[in-house]
T-cell receptor, first 113, second 115 residues
Framework: GQQLNQSPQSMFIQEGEDVSMNCTSS?????WLWYKQDPGEGPVLLIA?????ELTSNGRLTAQFGITRKDSFLNISASIPSDVGIYFC?????????????FGKGTLLTVNP | GAGVSQSPSNKVTEKGKDVELRCDPI?????LYWYRQRLGQGLEFLIY????????KSGLPSDRFSAERTGESVSTLTIQRTQQEDSAVYLC?????????????FGPGTRLTVL
């Protein structure tokens, strides 16, 4: 099946620092989504990207849909302790079903106050 | 309104026993999805429902896994003769309609441990 390579696997940063994580694929994706999962909870959608080159912000979060349609990144600016959690990228592969998402393995973010 | 709920939140069972996991989607959401999340892994798609129908069951790991949905509402994921490899968090999600463009709202999951 489709594989998404998400990096880094984990990050340890100081409060106030900026964070960047990304996902890459060997094949083209039509949609990129970024989720955050808190312990004991289900993932919550942060940002959705539907068009190559699209750059979208949600507060301190910014995400981009790569021009090649094979990658996406998520930036978090001025991190705060509540940013702690696991961040997942997910995408809909080109030519695949319009309801199936492929997920990356996640980036575990720890923010030291 | 209420979000997606799942029960039980935790389930510990012995190898070989059957388990049933329940999902209550958001009212009015016609699409419902089940995912499996193994420790340190991303979400693995298992099955989806459009209404009460599950047209694509190819994501189910084996014939020990089955799912049903009734009244275009509650869904049950059943795992028969559980194996230790079935240990994972099982997540349910629902959306207004069946399409990636419609946001999937996730429940908190059921953590299954097979001893």
């Amino acid at each position: 099946g489709q594989q998404l390579n998400q990096s880094p696997q984990s990050m340890f940063i100081q409060e106030g620092e900026d964070v960047s994580m990304n996902c890459t694929s060997s094949s083209i994706f039509n949609t990129w989504l970024w989720y955050k999962q808190d312990p004991g909870e289900g993932p919550v959608l942060l940002i959705a990207l539907y068009k190559a080159g699209e750059l979208t912000s949600n507060g301190r979060l910014t995400a981009q849909f790569g021009i090649t349609r094979k990658d996406s990144f998520l930036n978090i600016s001025a991190s705060i302790p509540s940013d702690v959690g696991i961040y997942f990228c997910a995408g809909q592969p080109s030519g695949g079903s319009n309801y199936k998402l492929t997920f990356g393995k996640g980036t575990l973010l720890t923010v030291n106050p | 309104g209420a979000g997606v709920s799942q029960s039980p939140s935790n389930k510990v069972t012995e190898k070989g026993k059957d388990v049933e996991l329940r999902c209550d989607p958001i009212s009015g959401h016609t699409a419902l999805y089940w995912y499996r999340q193994r420790l340190g892994q991303g979400l693995e798609f298992l099955i989806y429902f459009q209404g009460n129908s599950a047209p694509d069951k190819s994501g189910l790991p084996s014939d020990r896994f089955s799912a049903e949905r009734t009244g275009e509402s509650v869904s049950t994921l059943t795992i028969q003769r559980t194996q230790q490899e079935d240990s994972a968090v099982y997540l349910c999600a629902s959306s207004l309609a069946l399409a990636v463009i419609n946001e999937q709202f996730f429940g908190p999951g059921t953590r299954l441990t097979v001893l």
